[in-house]
């Protein structure tokens, strides 16, 4: 089956410093791929997303580029600001078959930035 | 708008109690969801529904039941509350869910629930 699979956290910044969070993926098919972020004491918001091979999704600084050679999907962000502190959930999409569009997960990293 | 809310935002149950979560969408979302997120864990699809009167299974499902009698509403029931069934629920709905332009899930606060 389908699965995503995170970088171990959590992971510690300094303000302004650069943010790697790495995220791959097993699914078959052409999966759409997510990053969602959750903020303490929120639900899930959707942070961006890429749909094919190649794009590259981008939102409030964020960015992360659908690599289907190496079944990834990182998020990066060159200056992070506290901010940014929360729980970030890389996620995929497989709408093949009678799946009807149900995300599959990844098991989050929390990030915390520092003044 | 209010999106997708949820409510009782906090419950604790003692074993064997049932309760319902309530989940309500003002999108107009053929789509919705429940899961439930466990520390560490990611989240894990409970029920789905495709629309008013169709549910399905999602990962995790026992222990559970859903209803969808309207679009807005999608009640989740515990009937037998047990200890594993403590974590924090969310609902979720989309407009559509589509390999070529998927459409964004919109998230719930969420339900934290304690069964002791």
């Known amino acids: 089956g389908d699965s995503v699979t995170q970088m171990e956290g959590p992971v510690t910044l300094s303000e302004e410093a650069f943010l790697t969070i790495n995220c791959t993926y097993t699914?078959?098919?052409?999966?759409?791929l997510f990053w969602y972020v959750q903020y303490p004491g929120e639900g899930l918001q959707l942070l961006l997303k890429?749909?094919?091979?190649?794009d590259k999704g981008s939102n409030k600084g964020f960015e992360a580029t659908y690599r289907k050679e190496t079944t990834s999907f990182h998020l990066e962000k060159g200056s992070v600001q506290v901010s940014d502190s929360a729980v970030y959930f890389c996620?995929?999409?497989?709408?093949?078959?009678?799946?009807?569009?149900?995300?599959?997960f990844g098991q989050g990293t929390i990030l915390t930035v520092h003044p | 708008n209010a999106g997708v809310t949820q409510t009782p935002k906090f419950r604790i149950l003692k074993i064997g109690q049932s309760m319902t979560l309530q989940c309500t969408q003002d999108?107009?979302?053929?789509?919705m969801y429940w899961y439930r997120q466990d520390p560490g864990m990611g989240l894990k699809l409970i029920y789905y529904?495709?629309?008013?009167?169709?549910?399905d299974k999602g990962e995790v499902p026992n222990g559970y039941n859903v209803s969808r009698s309207t679009t807005e509403d999608f009640p989740l029931r515990l009937e037998l509350a047990a200890p594993s069934q403590t974590s924090v629920y969310f609902c979720?709905?989309?407009?559509?869910?589509?390999?070529?332009?998927?459409?964004?899930?919109?998230f719930g606060p969420g339900t934290r629930l304690t069964v002791l």
């Open positions: 979720a709905s989309s407009y559509s869910m589509s390999a070529v332009a998927p459409n964004e899930q919109f």
């Open positions: 999108m107009n979302h053929n789509y």
């Open positions: 699914a078959t098919g052409y999966p759409s």
């Open positions: 529904s495709v629309g008013a009167g169709i549910t």
């Open positions: 890429a749909t094919k091979a190649d």
């Open positions: 996620a995929l999409l497989n709408a093949g078959g009678t799946s009807y569009g149900k995300l599959t």
